[in-house]
């Protein structure tokens, strides 16, 4: 049975949408595309991930690849791009009333110590309710690389037989599945609180408290 729910963070909890945010702080369409060769291409973005840089690091590395006025999108785009997109809050409601079922509510993810500050501005209410996290950044391992799924079922004493985690990325749910985890492919909010209403109506360790018909989150 289920009773641990593992979360990613990007297009999960939170947008992740690099060309709106390009779009955004970069206007002029050969200035956002020097950018993103800069910030995206150049790996620098993947290395805060991995750990490997720190974000004043690759911001500084990806600005000396560009003209001095670029500087400061690129400052934006690594410290800021969380401003400019949405949030999934109703998702994150479904998570307080599932946390409050008795569910145990973890996230997995990709990311660097952007983390803090998107939990800082207030974009992930979630955060009180979590019974812990793992962060790329912070482990040296990427998804889909076992290590990072290992290491949450290690910290957090957990078996993955007794979670699900939800990704938008299906290399990193076949890892997730061989390990043993129930999986679902994130695609819309909607159907993502569906998708995981449904599972935990036949799978599900706890008896859900919501009398809302099901029907209210098909997408």
């Not at 660097?112 to 955060?127: M, R, S, T, V």
Request: glycine content about 4%; proline content about 3%; hydrophobic content about 45%.
């Amino acid at each position: 049975m289920i009773k641990n729910l593992v979360f990613d963070l990007g297009n999960v909890l939170i947008e992740w949408n690099p060309a709106k945010i390009l779009t955004y702080f970069a206007a002029d369409e050969e200035d956002r595309e020097r950018v993103r060769e800069a910030v995206f291409d150049s790996g620098l973005w993947a290395r805060t991930d991995s750990g490997e840089l720190s974000l004043e690091e690759a911001s500084r590395t990806a600005s000396a690849l560009l003209p001095p006025e670029l500087a400061s999108a690129v400052q934006n785009i690594f410290y800021h791009w969380y401003e400019v997109v949405a949030v999934y809050q109703d998702l994150q409601k479904k998570i307080e009333a599932w946390s409050q079922q008795g569910y145990r509510i973890y996230i997995l993810s990709t990311t660097c110590e952007i983390f803090y500050h998107i939990e800082k501005a207030g974009l992930l209410p979630i955060y009180p309710l979590l019974s812990g996290y793992i962060l790329s950044s912070e482990v040296g391992a990427v998804k889909p690389d076992r290590e990072i799924y290992l290491e949450l079922l290690e910290k957090y004493h957990l078996q993955a037989e007794e979670c699900v985690f939800i990704d938008d990325i299906e290399a990193n749910l076949e890892t997730a599945a061989d390990l043993g985890f129930a999986t679902i492919l994130a695609k819309s909010e909607a159907e993502n609180i569906w998708s995981l209403e449904a599972l935990l109506a036949v799978q599900g360790e706890f008896q859900s408290s919501d009398k809302s018909s099901d029907l209210d989150f098909l997408p």
